[in-house]
Each structure stands twice: as structure tokens, then as C-alpha cells.
Antibody
Framework: QMQLVQSGPEVKKPGTSVKVSCKASGSTFTTSVMQWVRQARGQRLEWIGWIVVGSGDTNYAQRFQETVTITRDMSTSTAYMELSSLTSEDTAVYYC???????????WGQGTLVSVSS | EIMLTQSPATLSLSPGERATLSCRASQSVSSYLAWYQQKPGQAPRLLIYDASNRATGIPARFSGSGSETDFTLTISSLEPEDFAVYYCQHRSNWPTFGQGTKLEIK
């Protein structure tokens, strides 16, 4: 079992960046894959990307290739998702999820609301 | 990118009834499909992976079936806590999600 606790809500201006954290406990962080997914109000889930914690390998959805960076800090068992060049369309709840492989979303964080407004 | 289309958009049923939710893929995904349940204000919860395997702790009333392009999630006898939104997901290096089916109390 793994528990994921995300950082708190953020309010950002257009054109700025946001960095959301996801702290893992209860299972082996170093052998997991951390995913990031977002959900705008009333919309479907949208995959952003993943990081293989042990190797640091990443893979991003095409639409986020130029704006997202996913990292991890193994010393604190924390994954991060940084999204830059924010627009109002980036207003959403951002979730981290974890599993043993890049295909797994077994455990989920509680979500972080990111609001982008001028 | 593989598109997933779920139907119906909304399903109105009563507790004790059987629920059948569908997910259709734009091309074959073999059996690499998962189902999630999401309640308001909560994160999604994994129910089924690889089309028919229940995740740990998921009650036996939840079952999944299908392959290639057509998949079904069945809830054999609805409990009050089952009313939620359900999403299907293509399991791959570039996952995609369906638009969801809202299961509401009739």
C-alpha cells in the first residue's frame, strides 16, 4: 500500500509557472512509477506524464511536451510536476498516482486545485 | 492517440439493480483496459485492470469483460455507495481516458 499526499491549492497568474508536490509513504518509492493526471471541472481525466522513480526516465503527453517537467527527490520520497506558461485552460485539479509500472495507476493523491486567473 | 467513448453518458438505476456500462476504443487495445470509480471531490479509484481483473479490495459485484475494442463494466447489484462516475482507461505508455458515465440514483 502506498499513500500519496499532495501540496495545497494554488492560484496563479497567466504566463507564470506552478509546481505541485506529491509525497509518498507506506511503500517503496524508489521502485515505483509516478504519474500525473489532471481534471478540469466536469471534464474527463487527462494524462500529463510519468516518471520512473528509480531511473528518472520521463514520458510526457504530446500536448505538454513544451510546458511540463516531472521530477522526483528520492531522499524525501516526493515527486513534482511543474507546469509553465500557464493559461486559464490549465485551471484544473491535478492528481498524482503511483504504481509498479508505467501502465499502473494503483494509488492516487487527494488532488491539488490549480486556478489560473488574471 | 486511441480514443475511448463511453456509453451511456448517464445511467439512472435503483439500488439492487444491475448496471452495465460500455467503453468502445477507436482501435484495438487488446485487453489493456482499466476501469475507475470517482465520487464527487475524491480521486479516482482503480476497480478493474486488464479488462477483467479486479483490483485489490474491490467487491465481487464489480466485473469487467471485453477485448479489442468493446468493453463492459458490470455491477451485479447496486449498493448505495456505487453511485458515482466511472471512467475507462487505455493502459499504455500514453494512456487515455473515456469521458465517463455518471451512474445516478433513479
Amino acid at each position: 500500500q502506498m499513500q500519496l499526499v499532495q501540496s495545497g491549492p494554488e492560484v496563479k497568474k497567466p504566463g507564470t509557472s506552478v509546481k505541485v508536490s506529491c509525497k509518498a509513504s507506506g511503500s517503496t518509492f524508489t521502485t515505483s512509477v509516478m504519474q500525473w493526471v489532471r481534471q478540469a471541472r466536469g471534464q474527463r481525466l487527462e494524462w500529463i506524464g510519468w516518471i520512473v522513480v528509480g531511473s528518472g526516465d520521463t514520458n510526457y503527453a504530446q500536448r505538454f511536451q513544451e510546458t511540463v517537467t516531472i521530477t522526483r527527490d528520492m531522499s524525501t520520497s516526493t515527486a513534482y510536476m511543474e507546469l509553465s506558461s500557464l493559461t486559464s485552460e490549465d485551471t484544473a485539479v491535478y492528481y498524482c498516482a503511483a504504481g509498479a509500472t508505467v501502465w499502473d495507476f494503483d494509488y492516487w493523491g487527494q488532488g491539488t486545485l490549480v486556478s489560473v486567473s488574471s | 492517440e486511441i480514443m475511448l467513448t463511453q456509453s451511456p453518458a448517464t445511467l439512472s438505476l435503483s439500488p439492487g439493480e444491475r448496471a452495465t456500462l460500455s467503453c468502445r476504443a477507436s482501435q484495438s487495445v487488446s485487453s489493456y483496459l482499466a476501469w475507475y470509480q470517482q465520487k464527487p471531490g475524491q480521486a479516482p479509484r482503480l476497480l478493474i485492470y486488464d479488462a477483467s481483473n479486479r483490483a485489490t479490495g474491490i467487491p465481487a459485484r464489480f466485473s469487467g469483460s471485453g477485448s479489442e475494442t468493446d468493453f463492459t463494466l458490470t455491477i451485479s447489484s447496486l449498493e448505495p455507495e456505487d453511485f458515482a462516475v466511472y471512467y475507462c482507461q487505455h493502459r499504455s505508455n500514453w494512456p487515455t481516458f473515456g469521458q465517463g458515465t455518471k451512474l445516478e440514483i433513479k
